[in-house]
């Protein structure tokens, strides 16, 4: 309706177009989405629909990934480098013997892949809270009910997505690691093949189930990882004010920071955490999946983690603390990693979703 009454009112006062963002189609578009995920529920409210967690991980996730990516392929360099290498110098030689595209070297399967699991497990993780909340379990207003509901609905998801995740997480592990790959199997790479070549190599070699090496490995992590992570986001965010029915309110007066940073504090200080847990185990997981993929016989994960701590050779162990210094080679710039993609997921998670929920 024209408030002006007439055309012409109207056009006088019509704001510039923007030919880079049309606000009326967004809305549009997330309405026609949310219906279309929420189609057994046709006549639900679309701000109240449980699947509104699957928009709001997406997005997020998009955003999240490309900025954490390149941290994330200096981790793996460095998770299997056999000499101590500073991080400005290792990124410096990625470069120079890469380009810029050495840091985003197979960022399209975990720009597309590690979004939807992202959806998956932020819908299993909502739908399990709101289940143990409809049970009345773990439903009273305290941090240890908010906590273990977020742990249990965590391990669940983690646990169930591991089995779609494993086999793009290895591809993605072997697009990072090429050249040491080639290195190990004395092959000189002049280029490195792409995704879907490194995908047949592994099944001209292992089969189907090569697509799932180190899956033991991969499930533990990701079971224990996320239950961890949304173990200690629940109860921060129940520290800092969130009810249990989901609505945020004031901040207490030992952390008085604006509520619009309360998600990104939350969110990274979650993921440095659990991430600094489940390191090691991440760790020799890579360690595995390296071997396998060079073609060099394989070691078990409790011999893989001795000669990580203690060096290869039995008669001359390396001390301990130098070991486990080893182990977290790379912790660093994981950390960075974790505080900017969980910090970003998570507020943008909730710009989302507080966006979705005022939608006219």
């Given at each position: 309706m024209d408030p002006g009454g007439g055309i012409g009112a109207h056009t006088s006062r019509r704001t510039p177009h923007n030919p880079w963002f049309d606000r009326a189609a967004l809305n549009d578009a997330l309405k026609r989405t949310l219906r279309c995920i929420n189609f057994s529920r046709p006549d639900s409210n679309l701000e109240h629909t449980g699947n509104k967690s699957v928009v709001c991980a997406l997005s997020a996730s998009y955003i999240s990934t490309v900025a954490g990516y390149p941290l994330d392929s200096l981790k793996s360099r460095l998770q299997t480098t056999k000499i101590r290498v500073p991080v400005p110098k290792l990124a410096g030689l990625v470069y120079q013997e890469e380009g810029i595209r050495g840091f985003y070297r197979g960022l399209w399967i975990p720009l597309v892949t590690i979004s939807f699991v992202r959806a998956a497990s932020f819908t299993i993780y909502s739908d399990t809270k709101e289940y143990c909340r409809n049970h009345d379990y773990f439903s009273r207003d305290r941090i240890s009910d908010a906590a273990i509901a977020g742990g249990i609905s965590g391990a669940l998801s983690g646990s169930l997505i591991s089995f779609g995740s494993a086999p793009f997480e290895l591809v993605k592990v072997r697009r990072q690691l090429e050249y040491s790959i080639a290195s190990n199997k004395g092959v000189h790479l002049e280029k490195p093949p792409g995704t879907l070549e490194a995908v047949r190599d592994i099944f001209r070699t292992s089969g189907f189930f090569g697509l799932y090496i180190g899956f033991r490995l991969h499930f533990v992590r990701d079971t224990a990882g996320t239950a961890l992570y949304f173990f200690e986001?629940?109860?921060?965010?129940?520290?800092?004010?969130?009810?249990?029915?989901?609505?945020?309110?004031?901040?207490?007066?030992?952390?008085?920071?604006?509520?619009?940073?309360?998600?990104?504090?939350?969110?990274?200080?979650?993921?440095?955490?659990?991430?600094?847990?489940?390191?090691?185990?991440?760790?020799?997981?890579?360690?595995?999946?390296?071997?396998?993929?060079?073609?060099?016989?394989?070691?078990?994960?409790?011999?893989?983690?001795?000669?990580?701590?203690?060096?290869?050779?039995?008669?001359?162990?390396?001390?301990?603390?130098?070991?486990?210094?080893?182990?977290?080679?790379?912790?660093?710039?994981?950390?960075?990693?974790?505080?900017t993609t969980h910090g970003l997921l998570w507020t943008f998670f909730d710009i989302t979703s507080h966006y979705i929920d005022h939608l006219p």
């Open positions: 986001y629940d109860a921060m965010r129940h520290l800092l004010g969130r009810q249990r029915s989901g609505e945020q309110g004031p901040t207490p007066p030992w952390l008085p920071i604006p509520v619009s940073l309360i998600p990104f504090v939350c969110g990274s200080l979650a993921g440095v955490t659990s991430w600094a847990l489940i390191y090691p185990l991440d760790v020799v997981k890579t360690k595995v999946q390296q071997r396998a993929l060079s073609g060099t016989p394989p070691r078990g994960v409790w011999e893989t983690l001795r000669r990580l701590v203690r060096g290869p050779d039995p008669k001359d162990p390396k001390p301990v603390l130098a070991g486990i210094a080893r182990i977290y080679q790379g912790l660093g710039v994981s950390a960075v990693r974790s505080i």
